[in-house]
C-alpha cells in the first residue's frame, strides 16, 4: 500500500467508489476527493469492511539506512540443548556482564561483541514460535541455528526444523552441541545433514558448521563469529527514520504496569508517547525498556525493547503499526478485533467440516 486513491481502492477490492464513500463516512474519514491518496490506517480499516487484505509496504519514508544487527532464532530437536544454548550465549553478552547478570526476561537479548558489532536472538526456541510468527507475518529472523546433539545425531525435529527454516528462505547455521560428551560424534552429524540436503560448508556449499558445548562453553565464540559472517553476507541494513514497524516476539500482563509487550524494530524508530496499534491492541506508548531494564526514550532496528502502555495483551508475532491519533487507534483496534473474530469463527467452521464422517 503506497498512497492508494479511493479510484484505485475501488479497482483493487471491486467495490463502487460510492461504496467505499460511505465506508469512509462511517469511519469519520473525510476524502475531498476520489483521486487523493488515503491513508494506510483508513484504507485497512475499508479493506476489512469488504473482506479485502491491505498489506502494509513500509518504504520510501526516511532515508537513514544503517547495518543492522541479525536477529537470530535457535531450532532444532528437543533436548538437543536448544535452552542450555541461549543460557551460555546469554551469558557472554557484555550488558548482561556489566549488569551483573541481572538481565530481566524479555523474550529476546543482545549478545554485544567486542568489536562493537551485535547478535539478538530470540529467546523462545521451538518451531511453533517460528511458524506462528511467520504465520502472522512477521519475518523477524535472520539467521536459524540448528542446534544438533553430537551424540544423538539428525532427529525428526531436526529435520522439522530444516524444512521451516527453508520454506522461510532463512539460512542455517549448525551448531553441533554437546561435543563435551564422549559420545559425540560430530562428523557423523555432518554427514547425516549432508545427506538431508544440507549444503555444509565444508563439502562446498555455503553452510556453516560449529562445534559447541552448552554445558562446558565451549565454541561459543566461534558460534557468534559464524553468525556475523553469516549477517556480513547478508548485508543486513535497515531504515532507522521515520515511522516504526515493529513485532510482537513476547507479551506478558504485570500486576503493577499492566500489559508488556516485548518488541523488535524491523525499520524506523519507535518512541515513548507515541500512540500504536498492535494486533488488535491499542495504547499510547508509556515506556520503553531495553533488555536490562534501563528506560530508553526510543528503539531502533534490531533492539530488543520492552513497552508499556498497551490496553490490552498482545500476541507473539503481532505487528506494531504507529497511528497519528487515539481515535484512529481505536478505531483500527475494534475493527481488527472484528476481523479477527470473524476470521476465528471461520477457521473452526472450516476445521468442522474437514472432519471425515466416521463409517460405523
Ligand atoms: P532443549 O530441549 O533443546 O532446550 O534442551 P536443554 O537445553 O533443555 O538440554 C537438554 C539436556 O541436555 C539437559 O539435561 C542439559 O543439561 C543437557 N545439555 C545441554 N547442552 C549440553 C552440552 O553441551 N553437553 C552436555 N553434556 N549436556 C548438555
Ligand atoms: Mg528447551
Known amino acids: 500500500f503506497e498512497g492508494m486513491t479511493t479510484v484505485e481502492l475501488a479497482k483493487r477490492t471491486g467495490q463502487s467508489i460510492s461504496k467505499l464513500q460511505d465506508i469512509l463516512l462511517n469511519v469519520g474519514e473525510k476524502v475531498e476527493s476520489e483521486f487523493d491518496p488515503l491513508n494506510i490506517d483508513v484504507a485497512e480499516l475499508v479493506g476489512m469492511e469488504v473482506g479485502v487484505n491491505v498489506r502494509r509496504i513500509h518504504s520510501a519514508e526516511g532515508e537513514k539506512v544503517l547495518p543492522r544487527p541479525a536477529v537470530v532464532t535457535v531450532m532444532g530437536h528437543v533436548d538437543h540443548g536448544k535452552t542450555s544454548l541461549l543460557d551460555a550465549l546469554r551469558q557472554t553478552s557484555v550488558a548482561a556482564r556489566e549488569a551483573g547478570g541481572i538481565t530481566q526476561h524479555l523474550g529476546a537479548f543482545v549478545v554485544s561483541m567486542p568489536s562493537g558489532a551485535a547478535i539478538t536472538f530470540l529467546d523462545t526456541p521451538g518451531h511453533a514460535a517460528f511458524s506462528a510468527m511467520r504465520a502472522r507475518g512477521a519475518a523477524v529472523t535472520d539467521i ?24 522461510a528462505n532463512v539460512p ?133 525493547v520492552e513497552i508499556e502502555g498497551l490496553k490490552g495483551l498482545p500476541m507473539a508475532g503481532d505487528d506494531i503499526v504507529v497511528v497519528d491519533s487515539e481515535e484512529r487507534a481505536r478505531m483500527l483496534s475494534a475493527g481488527r ?22 463409517e460405523e
Open 172 to 304: 542455517i547455521v549448525v551448531a553441533v552441541n554437546k561435543c563435551d560428551k564422549p559420545a559425540a560424534d560430530p562428523e557423523r552429524v555432518k554427514v547425516q545433514l549432508a545427506s538431508e540436503g544440507l549444503p555444509l560448508e565444508e563439502m562446498g556449499g555455503d553452510v556453516q558448521v560449529v562445534e559447541v558445548s552448552a554445558m562446558k562453553k565451549t565454541g561459543l565464540d566461534k558460534l557468534e563469529e559464524a553468525l556475523l559472517l553469516q549477517a556480513e553476507l547478508m548485508d543486513l541494513k535497515a531504515r532507522t527514520d521515520g515511522p516504526a514497524q515493529a513485532y510482537v516476539v513476547e507479551a506478558r500482563l504485570d500486576r503493577g504496569r499492566g500489559p508488556l509487550a516485548t518488541a523488535i524494530v524491523k525499520a524506523g524508530t519507535l518512541s515513548c508517547g507515541q500512540i500504536v496499534v498492535v494486533g488488535s491492541e491499542w495504547g499510547r506508548i508509556r515506556a520503553i525498556r531495553d533488555m536490562v531494564g534501563q528506560l530508553a526514550a526510543q528503539a531502533t532496528p534490531a533492539m530488543p
Open 144 to 167: 536459524v541455528v540448528l542446534v544438533v546433539a553430537a551424540d544423538d545425531g539428525v532427529m525428526p525435529q531436526t529435520l522439522e526444523a530444516m524444512s521451516h527454516a527453508k520454506a
Open 337 to 358: 478485533k472484528k476481523k479477527y473474530e470473524k476470521d476465528r469463527l471461520r477457521k473452526i467452521e472450516e476445521e468442522r467440516l474437514d472432519i471425515p464422517d466416521v
